[in-house]
């Protein structure tokens, strides 16, 4: 791990870093500078000598790393990288709860959990450091991008071990609701089981039938809302898209899916139909002063855009 970065953080982002390797003294005339070392590990598309120029390198010390600067092996450099324009989600983040330790939001669809990819600003991490003034806030789990409701973080790394782990032990009981076609030829309750695998890189995980049970899913039905069901979801497991992907095993596809039962190609700005999908329940034992915690989202379905 590199030392303390001396550079602040930007836009609740912490600068990149870099460390330069070892010199190899079979190549001692490898790089003959930092400059010519920045550009071959750096992709094509940074502008490596306008940050020179621009002095958006720094060391260890903070000094500018220049152009012409020897190579140095062992070295770290540290740099804000450039941000893409994003299409703002308007919705509303809703702080549920917010301590010493915790903050749980009630996070709209269609905002990354953490800046990654397209998604960097429109992300809650990045949202909630900067208005919280939480620079060190990060999630305890995920919900996908299309996922609305609760996120729990930590508000610092001392933090983030001790309630980490109740999700890694499934210590924590979840709840979602999710809006989905009526079937009147279903029995429920029902409880899903089937072993759900995902390629990295594809877009949709699939049921591998015959092997061992990785995933399950006890699913209620417990309201009718203009023709369609509001089920009740309660997952044993946390498998990628396990929950709609169960749903559309039953024949119940959750409402607005994007990936399930057919893949759409839906614009990064379309914010128009979001996944009828909601992360409404969380609820534990909290691993520091015992004491039970549940928290609900303050969201209902039908979701809308702006809600």
């Not at 703002?88 to 996070?107: C, F, G, N, Q």
């Amino acid at each position: 791990m590199p030392p303390r970065s001396p550079l602040p953080a930007r836009h609740g982002l912490s600068a990149a870093w870099l460390r330069t390797p070892d010199r190899d003294r079979s190549r001692p005339d490898e790089w003959a500078t930092m400059g010519q070392w920045l550009r071959h590990r750096l992709p094509e598309h940074v502008d490596v000598p306008a940050m020179l120029a621009q002095q958006r390198f720094v060391d260890e010390a903070g000094r500018a790393v220049r152009e012409d600067d020897p190579f140095a092996p062992h070295q770290f450099v540290w740099f804000h990288r450039d941000l893409r324009d994003e299409p703002e989600v308007t919705a509303p983040i809703h702080v549920v709860h917010r301590d010493e330790r915790l903050v749980v939001v009630d996070k709209p669809a269609f905002l990354s959990s953490i800046p990654r990819g397209r998604h960097v600003m429109q992300s809650v991490v990045v949202r909630m450091r900067a208005e919280l003034g939480l620079p060190d806030l990060s999630p305890l789990h995920r919900l996908d991008r299309v996922t609305s409701g609760l996120l729990m973080l930590a508000t610092e790394p001392q933090w983030r071990g001790p309630y980490q782990s109740l999700f890694e032990r499934r210590a924590v009981e979840k709840a979602y609701w999710a809006l989905a076609p009526l079937r009147p030829d279903l029995e429920l309750p029902t409880v899903v089981r089937n072993h759900i695998h995902k390629e990295r890189g594809a877009w949709q995980a699939q049921v591998a039938p015959g092997a061992p049970v990785n995933a399950e899913t006890l699913i209620e039905l417990e309201s009718e809302v203009d023709g369609h069901g509001v089920y009740r979801l309660t997952p044993r497991t946390g498998r990628t898209h396990q929950l709609r992907l169960h749903l559309h095993g039953l024949g119940i596809p959750i409402v607005n899916d994007p990936l399930y039962p057919v893949v759409r190609d839906i614009p990064v700005d379309d914010f128009s139909s979001p996944l009828q999908l909601l992360a409404g329940e969380l609820a534990f034992t909290d691993p520091v002063d015992g004491k039970p915690r549940r928290f609900r989202s303050v969201r209902r379905l039908p979701l809308t855009a702006e809600a």
